[in-house]
């Protein structure tokens, strides 16, 4: 499929290669990659793929929709970077849920240098489950950051130190539970610390160093069978941030993930390094908990951010994997639907 791929809009099929090529750069939970792509004679759709959700560790596919938003962020940039403007379409057909947004080129304008930048960061972007160095966030790059997650209508919260502390409790609660559920065990090593050649998951080699007790914070490690890191010593003061937005609908969730990528992109540009801190909103107890921490804004979200040294990108899927006929889309769609819409 991928040798003849068409002409979308005002795209050439080459430049649609290179846009999925860099939508399905974007993160996602266990690098499960939960997207499919649909092309039409104008548009290129973005569809959640149910098939690739994961029940144990995210129930609700909160964080299936979030890596889609990613991956729409990074599909517009690419569109800019071709000189053209796309035009958006979030949830526009309710009779076909997974649909979750349509991109179609329309016109040309110029990049800007801001875009220049975020799409640039796009290849370099890596998720860093590595101890980073203890130099703290500049305050500008930090209000950085608050203004890309605002652009796309969604926030980024820093937390007091109180607010850290409570929340280090609460990673440590959601850790216990889930470890607790032998489905999500089963998953995790499923996904996890998988050998080289793999086309998803989270090889060993891009995976984190062993929890010890000792660890203030408790990052998760993708694979507690390999050997321990040497000098492996997280920061003592991780910068935390929280991703939320102001409901909890499945717009709400598309654009903080486009937001979440945004975010990312901003930190990669600035020289930043970034891994996630998902357990905490993958349980439904601490996240109402951390919710009212916020003080009533949704996280949808959590990131840890730093200087860290390099790592190599995860492996992502051929684009023959996650590409569709249009007849099968629309035969299949409708059947489709992700929990907890």
């Given at each position: 499929?991928?040798?003849?791929?068409?002409?979308?809009?005002q795209?050439?099929?080459?430049?649609?290669?290179?846009?999925?090529?860099?939508?399905?750069?974007?993160?996602?939970?266990?690098?499960?990659?939960?997207?499919?792509?649909?092309?039409?004679?104008?548009?290129?759709?973005?569809?959640?793929?149910?098939?690739?959700?994961?029940?144990?560790?995210?129930?609700?596919?909160?964080?299936?929709?979030?890596?889609?938003?990613?991956?729409?962020?990074?599909?517009?940039l690419?569109?800019?970077?071709?000189?053209?403007?796309?035009?958006?379409?979030?949830?526009?057909?309710?009779?076909?849920?997974?649909?979750?947004?349509?991109?179609?080129?329309?016109?040309?304008?110029?990049?800007?240098v801001?875009?220049?930048?975020?799409?640039?960061?796009?290849?370099?972007?890596?998720?860093?489950?590595?101890?980073?160095?203890?130099?703290?966030?500049?305050?500008?790059?930090?209000?950085?950051?608050?203004?890309?997650?605002?652009?796309?209508?969604?926030?980024?919260?820093?937390?007091?130190?109180?607010?850290?502390?409570?929340?280090?409790?609460?990673?440590?609660?959601?850790?216990?539970?889930?470890?607790?559920?032998?489905?999500?065990?089963?998953e995790?090593?499923?996904?996890?610390?998988?050998p080289?050649?793999?086309?998803?998951?989270?090889?060993?080699?891009?995976?984190?160093?062993?929890?010890?007790?000792?660890?203030?914070?408790l990052?998760?490690?993708?694979?507690?069978?390999?050997?321990?890191?040497?000098?492996?010593?997280?920061?003592?003061?991780?910068?935390?941030?929280?991703?939320?937005s102001?409901?909890?609908?499945p717009?709400?969730?598309?654009?903080?993930?486009?937001?979440?990528?945004?975010?990312?992109?901003?930190?990669t540009?600035?020289?930043?390094a970034?891994?996630?801190?998902?357990?905490?909103v993958?349980?439904?107890?601490?996240?109402?908990?951390?919710?009212?921490?916020?003080?009533?804004?949704?996280?949808?979200?959590?990131?840890?951010?730093?200087?860290?040294?390099?790592?190599?990108?995860?492996?992502?899927?051929?684009?023959?994997?996650?590409?569709?006929?249009?007849?099968?889309?629309?035969?299949?769609?409708?059947?489709?639907?992700?929990?907890?819409?």
């Amino acid at each position: 499929m991928t040798a003849g791929i068409p002409a979308v809009g005002q795209l050439a099929g080459s430049q649609v290669r290179l846009a999925l090529l860099a939508a399905t750069a974007a993160p996602s939970v266990h690098n499960s990659q939960p997207w499919r792509f649909v092309l039409t004679d104008t548009a290129i759709e973005l569809h959640a793929d149910p098939d690739r959700a994961l029940p144990a560790t995210d129930p609700a596919q909160q964080e299936l929709v979030l890596a889609c938003g990613a991956a729409l962020l990074n599909l517009r940039l690419a569109v800019r970077g071709f000189g053209m403007r796309p035009d958006i379409r979030l949830l526009p057909d309710p009779l076909r849920p997974t649909l979750l947004a349509t991109v179609r080129p329309q016109g040309f304008q110029s990049l800007t240098v801001g875009e220049r930048s975020l799409r640039e960061a796009i290849t370099r972007r890596r998720t860093n489950r590595r101890p980073f160095r203890p130099d703290p966030v500049p305050a500008d790059v930090l209000a950085e950051l608050h203004e890309a997650a605002g652009r796309e209508h969604a926030t980024l919260e820093t937390l007091t130190v109180g607010q850290l502390t409570e929340l280090r409790g609460l990673l440590r609660q959601a850790h216990e539970i889930q470890w607790r559920d032998p489905a999500f065990r089963a998953e995790w090593r499923a996904w996890t610390g998988r050998p080289d050649g793999q086309s998803d998951g989270v090889p060993a080699r891009s995976a984190g160093p062993v929890p010890e007790a000792r660890d203030e914070w408790l990052f998760r490690d993708f694979g507690s069978t390999r050997e321990r890191l040497p000098g492996k010593d997280f920061e003592p003061e991780p910068r935390i941030v929280v991703i939320g937005s102001f409901h909890d609908l499945p717009l709400a969730r598309v654009q903080a993930g486009q937001a979440m990528q945004r975010v990312l992109l901003t930190a990669t540009a600035s020289g930043l390094a970034a891994s996630f801190l998902p357990q905490v909103v993958e349980v439904a107890q601490t996240r109402a908990a951390l919710r009212e921490i916020l003080g009533g804004v949704w996280p949808q979200t959590v990131l840890r951010l730093g200087y860290g040294s390099p790592v190599a990108a995860t492996p992502r899927r051929s684009l023959a994997r996650v590409l569709e006929s249009v007849l099968a889309e629309k035969d299949s769609s409708r059947s489709r639907t992700p929990a907890g819409w």
